[in-house]
């Protein structure tokens, strides 16, 4: 996995250098005859490095006994429940350590993947050399580059990807999905719990058999129902859990000198995209073999109007990839103070020389693009399994593809979108267990959620089976009890339908606000039509309405035009 460096002049790009944090003068224009300024040192390098998943502590002696008294003393495993069972439950998981846990996680891996720029050798500042962190290509997978830990969870992946040949699907047409994906799911298990496959593919020995169990459940729970033979949000929110919970036990704590190594940047986040690039890309590859095998049914999907019928990260992971990139720590032209990695995750723009937002409407650029960016390695995979128009099995995506802002202000909203559609979704969240790893426990510094409809519409239900009102509360949360109760709302097909709340960061619809019906077209107009031909790069990005430094505003990301199904 070799990142991808690209010279581009700033000028001749027709874009904006990179925007940077402001520094003092003095930085910037020192004194005739200053001193030496002092180098770097490995303190101020990890003092205001982003917020990142604390590790726990585990015992660090040899002899046996010693160890298990540390054992006893640092932290406590037990096995994780089962603890959403209604809408109340989902208001205290979102201020539960749990919750800020996967969330800082999250954050810390989307973060790693943003492009990086540094001023050219021997050139102007205006002369950058931007880094790309792409998908690894085939063969790639047992780089040198990756750690060891990492090189054996691709190994783990690649044998549960070959107990599908000793599961094959049973023949005939199945409306709900294969059967024989239980048989598989039942060889997953006894492999894990029976012949400690996790075990030998790990190393565990830093944690007693309780943490064991805890990573089980989560590994177990990743790849989808076998009595209800779906896969989803969920159960790739478990996965992600899994690599949180090896993250928190350190299993893949390195040596500085391996982070630069890893990530080919003296950043220390060399780890972080190894684990996306490393690990969650071969797992995207599983799941899909899973869905194409087995014909897996989505799980909690929206139907046509969800954004995915089984992944989101791949959307979150991808767009960060082609986001305007951050100024590198390694930049000469910044040697002469302090390396700062603190600089956040752009929130609007792209990189230089990538593919716009529009171009995942075109086959040709999906077809050489999917191979290195987890966004269109995704929408690949729905051309893989969909027939038809774009725009009618898939208009949320269709809709995201006319943000104006560029893959920044994708990258923001699919964050956005999934604490709404995944992590505050009772469908979604229900069956994720919670144990040592990631607490049930409040986080002391957590506000009380936001009201919001998706709270209001969760399903409640009392301990003795009856309906509850959606005020109920079933948990001892002081915050989660304060949430207001949130009044009623019309149905969505009702006559006279309130006004709908914005959604989370990316228009639903490209369609402007409600006209009057006699100004409606009579007809359903199509979709902007493609040559098919082309790289999909600047002129697409003209032919999305705009470059990539938009205003922000809600005018500047939704296109107005009349949407393909409107009436």
């Avoid at 190994?155 to 023949?171: I, N, Q």
């Avoid at 590994?219 to 690599?243: I, K, N, P, V």
């Avoid at 097909?493 to 989370?504: C, E, I, M, N």
């Amino acid at each position: 996995m070799e990142p991808t460096n690209v010279p581009i002049t700033a000028a001749s790009a027709g874009e904006p250098p990179p925007q940077t944090k402001p520094f003092p003068s003095a930085a910037i224009a020192p004194p005739p005859t200053p001193p030496p300024p002092p180098e770097p040192s490995q303190s101020n390098l990890r003092a205001v490095t982003l917020p990142k998943l604390a590790r726990i502590s585990l015992p660090s002696v040899s002899n046996s006994q010693d160890r298990l008294e540390q054992q006893q003393q640092a932290h406590t495993f037990y096995a994780p429940t089962k603890r959403i069972h209604t809408g109340a439950d989902v208001a205290h998981f979102l201020v539960s350590q749990a919750y800020r846990d996967l969330g800082i996680f999250l954050l810390q891996l989307n973060h790693a993947l943003v492009p990086r720029t540094t001023a050219a050798p021997g050139s102007l500042a205006t002369v950058t050399n931007t880094t790309f962190f792409p998908l690894p290509e085939d063969g790639e997978h047992n780089s040198p580059r990756y750690s060891a830990p990492v090189a054996r969870l691709q190994e783990l992946l690649a044998h549960l990807k070959s107990l599908v040949a000793a599961a094959p699907p049973d023949p005939g047409p199945r409306r709900f999905g294969n059967a024989s994906f239980r048989t598989w799911h039942r060889f997953v298990n006894e492999a894990v719990t029976k012949d400690k496959l996790l075990e030998k593919y790990i190393d565990l020995s830093n944690i007693p058999p309780a943490g064991h169990e805890e990573l089980q459940d989560y590994f177990l729970g990743s790849f989808g129902s076998a009595q209800r033979l779906d896969y989803g949000t969920g159960h790739e929110l478990s996965f992600l859990a899994f690599l949180g919970g090896l993250w928190k036990i350190g299993v893949f704590a390195t040596t500085d000198a391996e982070e630069s190594e890893l990530g080919g940047l003296n950043d220390g986040e060399g780890v972080e995209r190894s684990l996306v690039l490393g690990v969650l890309e071969p797992y995207f590859r599983v799941v899909r073999t899973l869905i194409l095998t087995y014909t897996l049914e989505p799980a909690g999907s929206h139907g046509v109007w969800g954004l995915d019928d089984h992944a989101f990260l791949p959307y979150i992971f991808g767009s960060a990839q082609l986001t305007r990139p951050l100024r590198a720590s390694g930049d000469a032209t910044i040697a002469t103070r302090p390396v700062v990695y603190n600089e956040p995750t752009p929130q609007e723009g792209s990189a230089p020389r990538v593919p716009p937002p529009l171009a995942i409407l075109k086959p040709d650029v999906v077809a050489s693009q999917r191979t290195r960016n987890l966004y269109f390695a995704a929408i690949g995979f729905i051309h893989d399994v969909k027939r038809g128009a774009f725009w009618e099995h898939s208009p949320v995506l269709y809709d995201v593809s006319g943000i104006r802002d560029g893959w920044g202000k994708i990258n923001k909203g699919m964050l956005k979108m999934y604490h709404a559609e995944v992590l505050a979704k009772f469908p979604v969240v229900q069956h994720f267990p919670f144990g040592s790893l990631f607490s049930w426990d409040v986080d002391p510094a957590a506000a009380a959620p936001a009201t919001t409809v998706h709270l209001a519409n969760q399903p409640m239900q009392k301990e003795g089976g009856s309906s509850a009102s959606a005020t109920t509360p079933t948990t001892n949360n002081p915050a989660a009890a304060s949430i207001p109760p949130m009044p009623t709302t019309a149905a969505p097909w009702a006559q006279q339908a309130t006004a709908r709340l914005p959604g989370p960061g990316i228009p639903y619809s490209r369609v402007p606000a409600a006209r009057a019906a006699s100004a409606r077209a009579p007809t359903r107009p199509p979709p902007p039509q493609f040559s098919g031909q082309g790289n999909g790069h600047n002129e697409g990005q003209a032919q999305a309405g705009g470059d990539t430094g938009g205003s922000g505003t809600a005018a500047a990301q939704v296109v107005n035009t009349r949407a393909p199904w409107a009436k």
